[in-house]
């Protein structure tokens, strides 16, 4: 069964349209959705959870129509917004009796061991906590009650480099029940391209790609040329190509990279940047 | 909807305190001045209000779009805030009530009928005032809806205005009143049920 099934689901706004995105997470995969600001990576995950009414297209979550008892479906996902938006007032306490009496399924001996985990302090109030403790917490109420599918939109913004690699090794622990899904947004592609199975782009609104990251590794190579070679390669063979006064760069497929350039292998942030410079 | 409430109570306790310490001095105020109602309506009305203000409190901390990431309908989510405000307009109304009977019983001026008037003129403006703020914030969010707050606190002094001066004004309005009252309850009544269906409406129609 797959998590998360989106069919060509559209939503307008004034001056902004996310156009027909359709994606595919099976179970027990992470997928990381990559996109700049404003390219509809938290508009994606809100008609995910039905916070926004799509226009067109369906969503379906571990094989239930989101348009159909959400809030049932939202008892298996943990999700952590770009900003948890904890009452300012309760303590991390609190925040654990609240969410008991809301999660059918909330684990608090779990909850406990998270919080200790991600050093958490009791009894301080969640508006003297920083950005980064901020989201410790909804990471830690997100994976509190046995949810099957992750929905995670810039989770490690805000925190430093030795807690988010951390945090990144919690969702891939969480990921080794085949059962266990996520799908992550971020700006911070290295920690992606650690993590995830898929790699979806977001440009504008747009779904550029949406392919296994492994294939992609595997079928792309970036070729470092001077400008001169860079106009005698074969023009059929670019998928993208970036001139700079030093020289350029030009993404292929591997099977096609002519003979006599050093062919390296490319980043998924590379990928991702020359797809979009490519799009505008 | 039990860990909604359970998150209003705990900012119930924690934003509006105060609102007890004013509750208790318009009590004493009421209990010592001699029939202006105003002192009496107040504390009803501030209660009437703490799901406005709880509102105001979840917008501004993003809760509003926090909780729709959890597993409620937003038929509870609007219910939960009907439910506070409920819980506490009952607990300040059976106060008042209790207040108003023992000091009339003292002075000897106890009259069932005229405290039977007092209670519902309390409901109504209890009822009143929740009714028409609560569904424009659930359409239009706690910043444009506060606009009703203004109009709501206006009602609020020139009912005490009006009703103070029929009570003190003769026996005539008085019985008048008395036959009018009662429907006057349950058509009120009927406008805070109007009022939660209506938010409910507004509600899931508004994109969070």
């Known amino acids: 069964m797959n998590a998360l099934e989106i069919k060509n689901v559209s939503k307008s706004f004034s001056g902004f349209r996310l156009d027909n995105i359709s994606l595919t997470l099976p179970s027990g995969c992470i997928m990381g959705l990559i996109g700049e600001n404003g390219a509809g990576k938290s508009t994606t995950v809100k008609l995910i959870l039905d916070m926004l009414h799509k226009d067109s297209g369906t969503i379906t979550i571990l094989g239930k129509d989101n348009g159909k008892d959400i809030s049932l479906i939202k008892e298996d996902i943990g999700v952590v917004m770009d900003e948890v938006g904890m009452p300012e007032c309760l303590t991390v306490k609190q925040v654990g009796r609240v969410m008991k009496h809301t999660f059918r399924n909330w684990n608090e001996a779990e909850y406990a061991r998270l919080l200790q985990k991600l050093s958490l302090p009791d009894n301080k109030p969640f508006k003297d906590f920083s950005r980064g403790m901020k989201m410790k917490l909804g990471i830690a109420v997100a994976m509190s009650h046995g949810a099957k599918l992750l ?54 609104g747009k779904l550029l790609l949406c392919e296994e990251k492994d294939v992609l590794l595997s079928e792309y190579g970036i070729i470092h040329c001077t400008v001169e070679q860079l106009s005698a390669l074969d023009k059929e063979i670019i998928k993208y190509r970036k001139e700079t006064p030093y020289g350029a760069e030009v993404i292929l497929p591997r099977k096609d990279a002519p003979e006599g350039f050093k062919l390296s292998p490319v980043s998924i942030e590379e990928l991702f940047v020359f797809m979009v410079k490519e799009a505008r | ?184 309850c349950l058509v009120c009544v009927g406008i805070y049920l109007l009022s939660w269906y209506l938010s409910i409406v507004f509600y899931k129609k508004r994109e969070i």
């Open chain 1, 151 to 204: 929905l995670l939109d810039e989770p490690t913004s805000g925190l430093d480099p030795v807690v988010r690699d951390e945090v990144v090794e919690m969702f891939y622990d969480f990921t080794r029940d085949e059962n266990h899904s996520i799908l992550i947004s971020s700006h911070i592609v290295s920690d992606l391209e650690r993590l995830c199975d898929y790699v979806a782009f977001l440009h504008k």
């Open chain 2, 1 to 184: 909807m039990k860990g909604l409430l359970l998150k209003d109570w705990y900012m119930t306790k924690k934003y509006f305190r105060y609102y007890l310490l004013v509750a208790i001095g318009f009590l004493f105020l009421s209990l010592v001045s001699k029939g202006n109602l105003f002192f009496i309506f107040y504390p009803c009305f501030l209660c009437g209000m703490i799901p406005v203000n709880l509102l105001g409190y979840d917008e501004r901390s993003r809760f509003t779009e926090y909780v729709g990431t959890f597993p409620y309908t937003k038929t509870q989510i609007v219910s939960a805030k009907y439910l506070i405000g409920l819980f506490a307009q009952i607990a300040m109304l059976t106060v008042t009530g209790i207040a108003q009977g023992v000091k009339k019983s003292i002075t000897h001026e106890f009259v069932l009928k005229e405290f039977l008037v007092l209670m519902m003129l309390l409901l109504i403006m209890a009822a009143i005032t929740s009714s028409l703020t609560l569904p424009f914030i659930f359409k239009y969010g706690v910043e444009k809806g506060r606009m009703a707050y203004y109009v709501m606190t206006g009602f609020v002094c020139a009912g005490s205005i009006i009703f103070t001066k029929l009570l003190l004004g003769g026996n005539q309005v008085e019985i008048k009143l008395n036959a009018i009252l009662p429907l006057v």
